[in-house]
């Protein structure tokens, strides 16, 4: 059992409210179960109990046994003497207050529903796919799209925390934030880190003052990357110059290039290698440097979805590394690439813009960017196309990923729409699964208290 079992049992009020008392047998009246806290500090605040007919008015702290508050060190932690009540589902030891008072306990074995303490069971032991893989179809309609569209919301809402706090490494530099959130994403999950190192390498300031130059903005790239090869007897012409330029711009602007072991080339397809994907940021920087201005000013997705739509210098028209040439080609960003950096990218620099002006219309655009492009595809995806939840656009592939990453893969059923609707249904073994095993069973009663 996880003490987010007992969060779930307090919030939704299931179990047996019926001549309540305290461990040492002190009768209790819950005139409020508080508001849950997902921050630090006690687990529900302003609650109201009334004790052995004295009324109290403060925090509520829940562990699975009683000994988990000094195991978690509240005893000294401030933030945890206005505990009024202690809920456990056993009291394995008493717990006392710094000024040696002994803190009210509830203890909730015995009281909770064999019900959901079966169901819960099951999913917190379910070895299929995810927890519920036995009960998904049971969850209706509306429940779960409602769900769904939280945790789009959610995921978006992450990622734009995330981009803020870029923002306040880059000194509150939109651009640069961009510039670099842009570069990561060009590196796909192979050299996404590499992709990172280089765009912070060389500050998008120092690159912009070369705009005018594609050659020199490659030689910038490539030299801080690595990955211009050692001189050869005979090399290609474009190789020697971006060297020189290289060499002339490191001095200018100081610079010192990443190692070369930083980079990936092992299953990726030759259009994804780190040498065309440098080579095509370099371009889009030659095209116009100022990227998130441009995103900003974009009607739609298929706007912005053109703002990457680059042609590459000659050199990389028929090589995808150094010195090899092959066909030539356009080595053009895919469609699904460029989706990709409007759904993970683009839509989270503008929740955080929106937030930070408080203005809601670019909030509301970057939902609609999720809401107007095709579902992602992947693996995942699949998975959950196959239990019947096939997403219908890429705010939906987002609300899934969300799900089974932070949710499934984590077992907090107890936090989620789809789970907590599981746990509020009576138990049926038919329904959920095959019967328990004898030792299953000894389980389950032994959570129960028999």
């Given at each position: 059992m996880r003490e987010d079992f007992i969060h779930f049992i307090w919030r939704q009020v299931r179990f047996d409210l019926r001549s309540l008392t305290t461990t040492t047998g002190d009768t209790i009246s819950i005139q409020d179960f508080g508001q849950h806290n997902t921050n630090a500090g006690p687990d529900f605040s302003g609650g109201q109990v009334r004790i052995a007919g004295f009324q109290w008015a403060g925090n509520i702290e829940m562990h699975v046994n009683a000994g988990d508050w000094y195991a978690h060190g509240h005893e000294t932690d401030p933030a945890y003497e206005n505990v009024i009540l202690h809920v456990v589902y056993e009291e394995d030891r008493p717990v006392y207050r710094s000024d040696g008072g002994r803190i009210p306990c509830l203890e909730l074995k015995g009281r909770i529903p064999k019900d959901i303490i079966k169901t819960y069971w099951r999913l917190q032991n379910n070895k299929d796919w995810i927890p519920c893989n036995n009960q998904l179809h049971l969850v209706d309609e509306p429940s779960r799209r409602d769900w769904l569209d939280q945790l789009s919301r959610q995921r978006l809402n992450n990622r734009s925390r995330r981009f803020s706090t870029r923002m306040e490494h880059t000194h509150r530099d939109w651009e640069e934030a961009f510039y670099q959130s842009l570069a990561r994403?060009?590196?796909?999950?192979?050299?996404?880190?590499?992709?990172?190192?280089?765009?912070?390498?060389?500050?998008?300031?120092?690159?912009?003052?070369?705009?005018?130059?594609?050659?020199?903005?490659?030689?910038?790239?490539?030299?801080?990357?690595?990955?211009?090869?050692?001189?050869?007897?005979?090399?290609?012409?474009?190789?020697?110059?971006?060297?020189?330029?290289?060499?002339?711009?490191?001095?200018?602007?100081?610079?010192?290039?990443?190692?070369?072991?930083?980079?990936?080339?092992?299953?990726?397809?030759?259009?994804?290698f780190p040498t065309i994907r440098i080579a095509q940021l370099a371009s889009m920087l030659h095209r116009t440097g100022q990227l998130f201005g441009k995103a900003l000013a974009a009607a739609d997705a298929k706007e912005l979805q053109n703002m990457f739509e680059v042609k590459l210098s000659n050199y990389w028209r028929t090589h995808y590394r150094f010195g090899k040439e092959v066909k030539a080609g356009e080595r053009r960003l895919g469609v699904s690439s460029i989706r990709s950096i409007l759904i993970n990218t683009i839509a989270p620099a503008l929740v955080a813009?929106?937030?930070?002006?408080?203005?809601?219309?670019?909030?509301?655009?970057?939902?609609?960017?999720?809401?107007?492009?095709?579902?992602?595809?992947?693996?995942?995806?699949?998975?959950?196309?196959?239990?019947?939840?096939?997403?219908?656009?890429?705010?939906?592939?987002?609300?899934?990923?969300?799900?089974?990453?932070?949710?499934?893969?984590?077992?907090?059923?107890?936090?989620?729409a789809i789970g907590c609707?599981?746990?509020?249904?009576?138990?049926?073994?038919?329904?959920?699964?095959?019967?328990?095993?004898?030792?299953?069973?000894?389980?389950?009663?032994?959570?129960?208290?028999?």
């Open positions: 994403a060009l590196g796909g999950r192979v050299n996404a880190d590499a992709m990172d190192m280089l765009a912070r390498s060389i500050p998008l300031r120092s690159m912009l003052k070369h705009k005018h130059s594609l050659l020199q903005l490659e030689a910038l790239l490539f030299g801080q990357s690595g990955l211009i090869p050692s001189f050869e007897e005979g090399e290609e012409a474009y190789v020697t110059l971006l060297r020189r330029e290289y060499q002339l711009l490191r001095v200018k602007h100081g610079l010192r290039p990443l190692p070369i072991a930083a980079w990936r080339y092992l299953r990726l397809r030759p259009n994804n813009y929106a937030d930070q002006r408080g203005d809601d219309r670019f909030r509301d655009r970057a939902v609609d960017i999720l809401q107007s492009l095709p579902a992602e595809d992947n693996a995942v995806l699949r998975r959950w196309s196959k239990l019947g939840y096939a997403a219908e656009n890429a705010a939906d592939s987002q609300a899934l990923l969300e799900l089974k990453t932070n949710y499934c893969d984590a077992a907090r059923c107890t936090d989620c609707q599981l746990l509020s249904r009576p138990y049926n073994a038919e329904e959920e699964g095959p019967l328990l095993t004898l030792n299953e069973e000894a389980s389950v009663y032994s959570l129960m208290g028999c």
